[in-house]
């Protein structure tokens, strides 16, 4: 197990009230921002379970929005985010739901905008850490703590071969799936560097590979 | 420089001739390849949060978003404007503090998880409390958050501090304990006595169940922070009096965490039991929560 540090344990410095409900809430919707990475037009926030019950009090409403607005989890806006400038960008609602196979503070963010309709699915995991689960259809796992490489390409053999392969720094963690064999099949590869626009490039080239995104991780 | 330190053991083992704070942040330098005046300054960060926080949370009686709480720090304030608290002037802004760090909190001020946001109040209160009460300087503060975050680091390792793991005896009763080790730092004690007041008063803190009314970090939150900011003092003074915990500070916290285990899911954050399903507590959730 990762040993956490001193500075794990005195911080974040954040607006409250709950690490949760209202820091995690913030750092989801900071990633929702990254993997979109493109003008939102509108967005539903879909809330399940606790974050449905007890969103609300704990602000963790006002926390998706002001993440997807790209704000800091200790940004004073949050707060007043609904009366604020900041938040007339883009339309937004919130959906409540209650379904037991879900985490107990799970997000779905359907989201709108130039690059077409996305839906990202995450969840508040405890003491501020967060773990995106879904995009689209694919299964993924990403924590915000890495820069990580998201491709969608046909299911052919190799194919992690050649990604690897150009890329030149020390992959953290791979985690891929897949529709059914020979179909599209989605991978994300957490990095401890980063990589530059060459590398994309390069991705973007490959045979049978039809789309690369490139999530920078949370400031922490 | 031993990497990783992971029981009180190995601390006090390697704590030869220094103390918990210098080996603390050689350690915490040398892993995240950073200098000790780096790390130092990462920690004084927190430091300033923390006082701003209590500024803050002084001057404002504005309620939570459920209207739940909110204005009980203002009511202690007067409270000592009027009758000076039977234990003196440190005892007042302890708890003050406490109040505003908390109170600031809930109404979605800025704030430091320390090590939860649900128990960041006791932590400061103790220590910005007595820095002004005895004139500690700043570099003293900062050896004493170190000193309070290298506790919490090696309790953590053994339990997750969330209530929803191990219920409230790992979050407020952990910032207890590191509190107790802070101002046991504080005031000069030494290895042993350092280690001895964490124990003391986490060992006194087992059992203590989370049980959130509405779900929410407020009750019985709010009022808890103060309370086991005194608590805190209480175990450094008896610490400092060379007083030790019969139960070795490693195996304390081997029963917090096999206590965790065996508390019910039903006290563990689901406000399903406990204060939380009390007749007016089913009262306040109808009006919340609707
Ligand atoms: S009672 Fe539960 S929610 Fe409240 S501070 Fe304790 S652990 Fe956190």
């Given at each position: 197990m990762k040993q956490s540090t001193i500075i794990d344990i005195i911080s974040?410095?954040?607006?409250?009230?709950?690490?949760?409900?209202t820091a995690g809430a913030i750092r989801l919707g900071l990633m929702a921002k990254n993997i979109y990475n493109g003008k939102i037009k509108s967005v539903t926030f879909r809330l399940y379970n606790s974050f449905a019950l007890t969103g609300k009090g704990h602000g963790t409403d006002k926390g998706l929005l002001a993440g997807l607005l790209g704000l800091a989890v200790d940004d004073s806006r949050i707060k007043n985010i609904f009366n604020s400038d900041i938040a007339k960008q883009f339309d937004y609602n919130y959906e409540y739901a209650q379904d037991?196979?879900?985490?107990?503070n799970a997000v779905d963010f359907t989201i709108d905008g130039e690059n077409g309709r996305m839906i990202i699915s995450g969840e508040s995991?405890?003491?501020?850490e967060i773990a995106i689960r879904k995009i689209n259809d694919f299964t993924v796992k990403l924590t915000g703590k890495y820069n990580t490489l998201l491709l969608i390409y046909?299911?052919?053999?190799n194919m992690i071969a050649r990604v690897t392969n150009a890329i030149h720094i020390n992959i953290a963690s791979l985690n891929c799936d897949r529709y059914a064999k020979g179909e599209e099949a989605s991978m994300s590869i957490c990095l401890d560097g980063s990589v530059d626009d060459k590398v994309l490039d390069f991705l973007k080239n490959i045979k049978n590979v039809y789309f690369v995104s490139y999530i920078k991780k949370l400031e922490s | 420089m031993e990497k990783t330190i992971s029981t009180f053991e190995e601390l006090k083992n390697i704590c030869n001739g220094i103390t918990v704070y210098e080996a603390a942040q050689l350690r915490e330098a040398e892993l995240s390849e950073i200098s000790v005046a780096e790390f130092r300054s990462k920690v004084k960060k927190s430091l300033d949060a923390m006082k701003e926080a209590i500024k803050n949370g002084l001057k404002s009686h504005e309620m939570s978003i459920s209207g739940m709480c909110g204005d009980d720090c203002e009511r202690l304030q007067k409270r000592f404007l009027r009758h000076h608290a039977l234990l003196g002037r440190l005892f007042e802004k302890i708890t003050t503090y406490a109040l505003a760090t908390i109170e600031e909190n809930l109404r979605m001020g800025k704030i430091v998880a320390c090590p939860t946001a649900g128990s960041c109040a006791i932590v400061p209160s103790v220590l910005v409390g007595v820095s002004e009460e005895l004139k500690i300087s700043e570099e003293d503060q900062i050896n004493a958050l170190i000193t309070a975050g290298e506790v919490g680091r090696i309790i953590s390792n053994k339990v997750a501090l969330a209530g929803a793991v191990a219920g409230c005896q790992a979050e407020c009763g952990v910032a207890s304990a590191m509190s107790a080790a802070a101002l046991t730092q504080m005031l000069g004690g030494s290895v042993d006595e350092i280690l001895n007041a964490m124990a003391l008063a986490m060992k006194n803190l087992l059992g203590l169940t989370c049980d959130p009314v509405c779900g929410l970090?407020?009750?019985?939150?709010v009022k808890r922070n103060p309370f086991l900011a005194i608590h805190a003092v209480t175990a450094s003074e008896l610490a400092l009096a060379?007083?030790?915990?019969?139960?070795?500070p490693d195996e304390v916290i081997d029963a917090l965490e096999q206590t965790g285990k065996l508390m019910s899911p039903l006290l563990k954050e689901s406000s399903q039991g406990g204060l939380a399903k009390t007749k007016t507590a089913l009262e306040l959730e109808k009006e919340f929560l609707q």
């Open positions: 974040p410095i954040m607006a409250g009230p709950s690490s949760s409900h037991f196979n879900r985490h107990p995991v405890g003491a501020g046909k299911d052919v053999p | 970090v407020e009750i019985p939150c060379g007083i030790k915990s019969k139960i070795p």
